[in-house]
């Protein structure tokens, strides 16, 4: 899983306060599409009415045709491979090429595999370019295999490089002006093997110059294709801390990257699944979430670029031991601050960890800053087996709306492995942490065929479901989410990739009557790619005060 930076924020405004931070700043603005000349299918004029938008599946028509596929790994393992092999299919947007229109980079997890680059052709439609372009070879045997990809321009030449995390050798491609990538992971010093599920770039010291945080979840001593026993699952399903190591990777600035995790104090060995960083206490440096499966949260605090504090337990964030599987940030209630969103498991009948919706708590902030979860009270906690997870305003209202991905492994229907699943559980640590005792699959199913959630804000503090009437009812096993203009008419489009199923592609219309405006912001003193800028917007009728959001 993982955050892409998206360098074009869509928000409802009146009036605009600009940003601290220095940077090249562009403008657009203009009435929210917009149908773009398109048919609107059957029912969507109900949609629109109702809920202010619809959305269509259009990936063939746009030229995509892309199934991602699992990895195959030690014949020991081949008892539970579906649940094991269960992660990889992400994707992550880019404008690469910088002509204007976004781009879509998408994981492949098969040994032999390609990921695929489907560059934007302005005319609706994308090619894949990953082979031309040098990055569509890259699971090949004895160096891992894709579970995700974030974009970053770490020499601030003014093009987005891309980051690869995988199960096995992370890699890094310098983009050569938008014509090609180079491949530069040994140049760039990084860590030799990472059975990463999560990576994100920031600039924690603040030095212009973009870092890495890289997350493991298998120790990264294990090669799951040779394994040397089968003793590598969690110790515990509620505080395992037998993961893989997590890393703080340093930019030089000469094109290579220095390993300081130890310096700034970040030693955790939880299952990291996701992570995201954003200024949660207005100090003007990124903080940092991981979202851990088969425990806790992990909240670090940057203390001035110079080291990193867990404040989990004490912010309230970490305290419930849980399975956190993405993270979200987003401004929800229009208040100028960040809610946390991280989704879990919820089964009816079985198990209801359920989805946290994590809102800073009415008069704490900074080093007091206290967070309350209101998943149940604003209508986001259960969301099935959830995963990827983002927040954008999906009708141009002023509010923004959560699209979440869910469902585990969809094999046979009417056949269910949770009871096994639920005996393993309860088992001590020597049971639980050695797959060879983990009851066989046999084709069954766990947490399959799931409804998507597209929840809408009502503005006022509480959430709706919508998928269905504004046309989502895919019921893949949805891993990753994105949100982005994809056809520049002022409305977000959403890409969501599915484990072991095709990579999906909504295209938004959005009801006319409502303004929009985008930015696109690149760092001038600070970092090019302007990541961890933030947008305050402040309106309200008949230019008077009263709302305020911010975006990051």
Known sequence: MQKSFIPRALLIVFFVALLATPLALKRWHGRGDTRGGSQVLKGSDVALQRYGFHLQEVSKSAGIDFTHTAPTLDARLA???PQVASMGAAVAVSDFDRDGWQDLYVTNSGEESRNALYRNRQDGTFADVAAQMGVGEVNQPGTGVSMGAVWGDYDNDGFEDLFLYKWGRPELFHNDAGRSFTRVTERAGLPAWVNANTAIWFDYDRDGRLDIFLGGYYPEDVNLWQLKTTKIMPESFEYAQN?????IL???GDGSFEDVTARVGLDSHRWAL???AADLRGTGYPDLFIANDYGVAELFVNDGGKSFRNVGEQTGVGFAPKSGMNVAFGDILNQGKFAIYISNISEEGVLIQGNNLWVPREGTAGDGLKYDNLARDMGVELGGWSWGAQFGDLNNDGALDLYLANG???LEKGANYWYDYSKIAGGNSSIISDAANWPPMNGRSLSGYQHKRVWVNDGAGKFNDVAQAVGVSDTSDGRSVVLADLWNRGVLDVVVANQRGPLLVYKNTAAPENGW???ELEGAESNRSA???????YWGEG????REQVQE
């Open 543 to 546: 230019g008077g005060g009263g």
């Open 408 to 410: 585990y492994v969809s």
């Open 250 to 252: 340093r930019g030089r």
């Open 274 to 276: 996701a992570s995201a």
């Open 517 to 519: 405006i985008g930015f």
């Open 243 to 247: 993961g893989g190591r997590k890393y």
């Open 79 to 81: 008892h539970i491979m």
């Open 531 to 537: 990541v961890g800028a933030q947008v305050r917007v």
